[in-house]
């Protein structure tokens, strides 16, 4: 099937701010802040972001060394959720592969079905202003985590909207416009700050500093403000000073009041920068998940993610990994170990969904890695793809048969080590398939019922300006409900 679809064919909580104290005031070169004390911090939102502690030392007192381990509990006990509030007993749960931008636009309806969801997002984009981001500081990139993250928090109150305005803003594009207002943001003085508490803003301006502090700290590297995300630049400096990509997703949903049940999981947690490549029918290596996706030749600053009129690639693509990002041979490939937290919730969820999206950069970078394919496998539950509604560079000639080959191989790892490839039916990933009504691309139910996928379920769709044919989302979440209370028949 892989031949005739993609071949060649064309610690406890309370720790963490015990390094928030009366003690907390810190400078660098352009900007001071002063953080209040004590660090019981019980905002308007609907839970505190922390909880007290007696313990008492200076936010800063390990830099430029950086926080001590102490501070990294949050990669093994919080999973970017807090409090002792567990999910409602009637909710179903559910673990959604996804990207950082097709799915968003269900996430708000999904709320209405159950806030019990994993969201497994990849961490190897390396377009718009992640990429200066990751080009100047390094690390992994932030911005799928940032955009997820800020669909899920709390809208309920005036404070939670004006924290996501804050924390959704970019900035303009020209540079030195973008590079003053900035300054304005940092330094408290700018009208996104209109309705924030003191204890929410200063939370938020200690990151935004410290982000800007990391800037001037690699004078060498000339850093553009140009279009950048203020989300991502706080996601960046929760990261760099504690160390931990666990805990700067952690510290976002709290202050963005994100429901506790609801997890934002990057598949792989590391703190590491990621590059993704990918390997063509007629072999040709890419490197780089926009150069796959979306290459351009102007600024990555000004890349369209929602758009489809990129060029075709020269050949279809046949799997995606992961490359090196040092040394002498970059065209190395290597093997991240997945965030444990993944394998966790993979094992115990009502339901696993493989999003829309872009299915070789959004989607794959997450099934690839060893572990995902085997416990999948194993599952009897609802296992449903949602089908994109309109083909893109890396789909184009595509049916549906092809997205579940597809699917299947990077779950198999077919093409990758041999001595690590898995040899499991597509009926063992994949069980549903819900269609866009009207979409563009062709559902071959013949070759699907070879493939054992039986139950293919149409659901009524919207026109997207951007990219064409999207799924309804109240009409996408009923049917995820239906998937829910139905009777589960395969493997």
């Known amino acids: 099937m892989a031949d005739s679809c993609l ?60 926080p001590s381990n102490s501070t990294r509990f949050i990669a093994q006990n919080s999973h970017c959720s807090s409090g002792s509030s567990s999910p409602r007993n009637n909710q179903p749960s559910l673990l959604v592969f996804s990207g950082g931008t097709a799915f968003n636009g269900v996430v708000e309806e999904l709320k209405k079905l159950t806030t019990c969801v994993a969201h497994v997002l990849p961490v190897s984009d390396d377009g718009g202003s992640t990429a200066e981001i990751v080009r100047v500081l390094g690390g992994p990139a932030v911005g799928d985590i940032r ?9 309920s109150t005036s404070e939670a909207l004006a924290v996501r305005t804050l924390l959704g803003y970019r900035l303009p594009l020209e540079a030195q416009v973008a590079k003053s207002e900035w300054y304005d943001i940092v330094e408290g003085q700018h009208p996104l700050w209109k309705g924030v508490s003191k204890p929410y803003r200063e939370t938020i301006r200690a990151f935004l500093v410290y982000f800007q502090d990391q800037i001037l700290r690699h004078a060498d590297e000339l850093f553009s403000f140009s279009n950048g995300s203020i989300g991502n630049f706080f996601f960046a400096g929760a990261r760099i000073f504690f160390r931990s990509l666990d805990a700067a997703i ?42 796959i996706s979306h290459p351009s030749k102007c600024s990555v600053q000004t890349i369209d993610k929602g758009s489809s009129s990129a060029s075709a690639l020269p050949a279809r693509i046949k799997r995606v990994f992961y490359m090196s990002s040092e040394g002498c041979n970059l065209l190395h490939e290597v093997f991240p170990s997945v965030n444990p937290t993944v394998f966790e919730k993979l094992q115990s969820v009502d339901c696993i969904v493989f999003a829309m999206g872009s299915l070789f950069t959004s989607i794959c970078p997450s099934l690839v890695l060893r572990g995902i394919g085997e416990i999948i496998s194993s599952r009897w539950c609802p296992k449903v793809l949602l089908l994109n509604g309109t083909p893109d560079r890396e789909t184009s000639g595509f049916t549906a048969s092809c997205f579940v080959t597809a699917i299947t191989d990077a779950l ?24 866009p009504k009207d979409g563009q691309i062709p559902v071959d139910v013949e070759v699907l019922t070879a493939q054992g996928i039986f139950h293919v379920v149409t659901v009524d769709s919207i026109p997207d300006p951007k990219v064409g044919v999207i799924f309804d989302p109240e009409s996408l979440i009923e049917a995820l409900s239906n998937l829910l209370h139905a009777p589960i028949h395969v493997k």
């Open 7 to 66: 071949g060649p064919s064309s610690s406890k909580p309370t720790t963490l701010f015990s390094q928030l104290s009366s003690h907390t005031s810190w400078t660098c070169p352009s900007f001071s802040l002063s953080l209040p004390s004590p660090c019981n911090f019980s905002f308007t939102a609907k839970k505190p972001l922390f909880f007290s502690s007696s313990s008492s030392s200076s936010l800063m007192s390990s830099i430029p060394n950086g």
């Open 147 to 155: 955009s997820r993250c800020l669909r899920l928090s709390d809208q």
């Open 250 to 291: 952690f510290l976002f949903s709290r202050v963005s009041d994100i429901p506790t049940d609801s997890l934002v999981l990057p598949v792989i947690s590391t703190n590491d920068r990621l590059t993704l490549g990918c390997e063509l029918w007629d072999g040709t290596i890419i490197r780089g998940q926009n150069e």
């Open 412 to 435: 198999n790892r077919t093409y990758g080590d041999p001595e690590n490839c898995l040899k499991n039916t597509p009926n063992q990933y994949i069980n549903t398939i819900l269609v």
